[in-house]
Protein backbone atom coordinates (compact mmCIF):
# COMPACT_ATOMS: atom_id res chain seq x y z
CA UNK A 1 0.00 0.00 0.00
CA UNK A 2 1.24 3.56 -0.95
CA UNK A 3 0.85 6.89 0.88
CA UNK A 4 1.21 9.47 -1.48
CA UNK A 5 2.66 12.86 0.06
CA UNK A 6 3.20 16.01 -1.83
CA UNK A 7 5.68 19.03 -0.48
CA UNK A 8 4.10 22.81 -0.07
CA UNK A 9 7.02 23.79 0.87
CA UNK A 10 10.70 22.58 0.53
CA UNK A 11 11.15 22.27 3.73
CA UNK A 12 8.43 19.80 4.96
CA UNK A 13 9.99 16.47 6.20
CA UNK A 14 7.78 13.43 4.67
CA UNK A 15 5.50 11.49 7.61
CA UNK A 16 8.23 8.50 8.51
CA UNK A 17 8.22 5.33 10.79
CA UNK A 18 10.58 6.00 13.44
CA UNK A 19 11.10 1.89 13.97
CA UNK A 20 10.16 -1.45 12.57
CA UNK A 21 6.54 -2.51 13.50
CA UNK A 22 5.13 1.01 14.64
CA UNK A 23 1.77 1.73 14.17
CA UNK A 24 2.07 5.85 13.37
CA UNK A 25 3.92 7.63 10.87
CA UNK A 26 5.50 10.65 12.63
CA UNK A 27 4.24 14.21 11.61
CA UNK A 28 6.56 17.18 12.01
CA UNK A 29 6.16 20.91 11.97
CA UNK A 30 6.79 23.08 9.00
CA UNK A 31 6.62 25.94 10.96
CA UNK A 32 7.80 27.92 14.09
CA UNK A 33 5.18 28.97 16.53
CA UNK A 34 4.58 29.23 20.49
CA UNK A 35 1.65 27.89 22.74
CA UNK A 36 0.92 29.41 25.89
CA UNK A 37 -0.50 27.09 28.99
CA UNK A 38 -4.14 26.55 27.52
CA UNK A 39 -3.89 27.53 23.92
CA UNK A 40 -4.44 25.65 21.05
CA UNK A 41 -3.60 26.23 17.18
CA UNK A 42 -3.56 24.67 13.96
CA UNK A 43 0.23 23.68 13.31
CA UNK A 44 0.86 23.19 9.39
CA UNK A 45 2.90 20.22 8.50
CA UNK A 46 3.83 21.62 4.93
CA UNK A 47 2.13 18.17 3.33
CA UNK A 48 -0.68 17.00 1.54
CA UNK A 49 -1.44 13.33 1.25
CA UNK A 50 -3.18 11.16 -0.47
CA UNK A 51 -4.72 7.76 1.19
CA UNK A 52 -4.42 4.31 -0.25
CA UNK A 53 -8.68 3.82 -1.69
CA UNK A 54 -10.68 2.65 1.36
CA UNK A 55 -8.66 4.53 4.02
CA UNK A 56 -8.73 7.12 6.53
CA UNK A 57 -5.54 8.79 8.17
CA UNK A 58 -6.06 9.02 12.06
CA UNK A 59 -4.06 12.12 13.48
CA UNK A 60 -3.06 11.19 17.17
CA UNK A 61 -0.88 12.55 19.79
CA UNK A 62 2.34 11.97 20.48
CA UNK A 63 2.61 10.38 24.12
CA UNK A 64 6.36 12.01 25.15
CA UNK A 65 4.54 15.37 24.24
CA UNK A 66 2.25 14.90 26.50
CA UNK A 67 4.11 13.22 29.74
CA UNK A 68 6.84 15.79 29.39
CA UNK A 69 5.21 18.95 28.04
CA UNK A 70 1.18 18.19 28.68
CA UNK A 71 0.82 19.06 24.67
CA UNK A 72 -1.57 16.53 23.00
CA UNK A 73 -4.29 17.17 20.12
CA UNK A 74 -7.51 18.84 20.70
CA UNK A 75 -9.88 16.50 18.56
CA UNK A 76 -7.89 13.64 18.91
CA UNK A 77 -8.22 11.43 16.91
CA UNK A 78 -8.24 13.73 13.84
CA UNK A 79 -9.78 12.04 10.56
CA UNK A 80 -8.39 12.68 7.39
CA UNK A 81 -10.95 11.31 4.93
CA UNK A 82 -9.80 9.30 1.90
CA UNK A 83 -10.77 12.40 -0.19
CA UNK A 84 -8.99 15.21 1.14
CA UNK A 85 -6.36 16.99 -0.58
CA UNK A 86 -5.17 19.93 1.43
CA UNK A 87 -2.43 20.83 3.63
CA UNK A 88 -2.68 18.50 6.80
CA UNK A 89 -2.98 20.49 10.32
CA UNK A 90 -2.30 19.00 13.46
CA UNK A 91 -4.46 21.00 16.09
CA UNK A 92 -2.29 21.17 19.11
CA UNK A 93 -3.42 22.42 22.64
CA UNK A 94 -0.95 22.85 25.63
CA UNK A 95 -2.28 21.63 28.78
CA UNK A 96 0.86 22.40 30.41
CA UNK A 97 2.05 24.95 32.62
CA UNK A 98 4.67 26.98 30.87
CA UNK A 99 4.56 28.39 27.23
CA UNK A 100 5.37 25.07 24.44
CA UNK A 101 7.76 26.41 21.42
CA UNK A 102 7.48 24.29 18.12
CA UNK A 103 10.02 24.55 15.87
CA UNK A 104 9.87 23.53 12.06
CA UNK A 105 10.70 20.02 11.67
CA UNK A 106 9.68 18.82 15.53
CA UNK A 107 7.38 15.66 15.56
CA UNK A 108 3.81 16.99 16.86
CA UNK A 109 1.50 14.02 15.95
CA UNK A 110 1.08 10.68 14.78
CA UNK A 111 -0.29 9.47 11.30
CA UNK A 112 -2.11 5.96 11.77
CA UNK A 113 -3.98 4.67 8.48
CA UNK A 114 -6.75 2.72 8.84
CA UNK A 115 -9.52 0.68 6.80
CA UNK A 116 -12.50 2.05 7.01
CA UNK A 117 -16.15 0.31 6.69
CA UNK A 118 -19.03 1.43 4.52
CA UNK A 119 -22.63 0.66 5.85
CA UNK A 120 -26.19 1.92 4.66
CA UNK A 121 -28.42 3.57 6.75
CA UNK A 122 -31.51 2.04 7.65
CA UNK A 123 -34.23 3.83 9.94
CA UNK A 124 -35.86 1.42 12.38
CA UNK A 125 -38.66 1.63 15.05
CA UNK A 126 -36.39 -0.39 17.64
CA UNK A 127 -33.39 -1.76 18.44
CA UNK A 128 -32.41 -5.06 20.08
CA UNK A 129 -31.49 -5.62 23.14
CA UNK A 130 -28.53 -6.08 25.34
CA UNK A 131 -27.67 -6.45 29.50
CA UNK A 132 -26.12 -2.72 29.11
CA UNK A 133 -29.18 -1.27 27.11
CA UNK A 134 -29.01 2.51 27.27
CA UNK A 135 -26.50 2.69 29.88
CA UNK A 136 -23.44 5.01 29.74
CA UNK A 137 -21.58 8.63 30.42
CA UNK A 138 -20.31 6.22 33.20
CA UNK A 139 -23.19 3.74 33.92
CA UNK A 140 -20.64 0.71 34.92
CA UNK A 141 -19.21 3.21 37.82
CA UNK A 142 -15.86 4.38 38.91
CA UNK A 143 -12.50 1.77 39.39
CA UNK A 144 -13.19 -0.18 42.47
CA UNK A 145 -16.92 0.80 42.05
CA UNK A 146 -19.38 -1.91 41.69
CA UNK A 147 -22.82 -0.42 39.55
CA UNK A 148 -23.34 3.48 39.10
CA UNK A 149 -25.92 5.48 38.04
CA UNK A 150 -28.30 2.87 40.42
CA UNK A 151 -27.41 0.00 37.83
CA UNK A 152 -25.37 -3.49 38.68
CA UNK A 153 -23.00 -4.43 37.37
Same mark, same amino acid.
Given at each position: ?5 R ?14 GDA???L ?17 TG ?17 G ?15 I?? %?? *??E?? $?IL????? !???R =? +?? %?? *?IAQ? $? ?6 ? !?V?? =? +? ?8 E ?6 G !???? =????GK??
Open positions: MVLKVKLTPSAALPAYAHPGLDCAAEACELAPGEYRRVRISIELPPGTEGQVRPRSLALKHGITLLNSPGTDE %GY *RGVG $VINHGR !APF =V +EP %GM *RL $VIQPVLRV !AEE =V +ESLSETRRGGGFGST !AAGF =VGGAEA
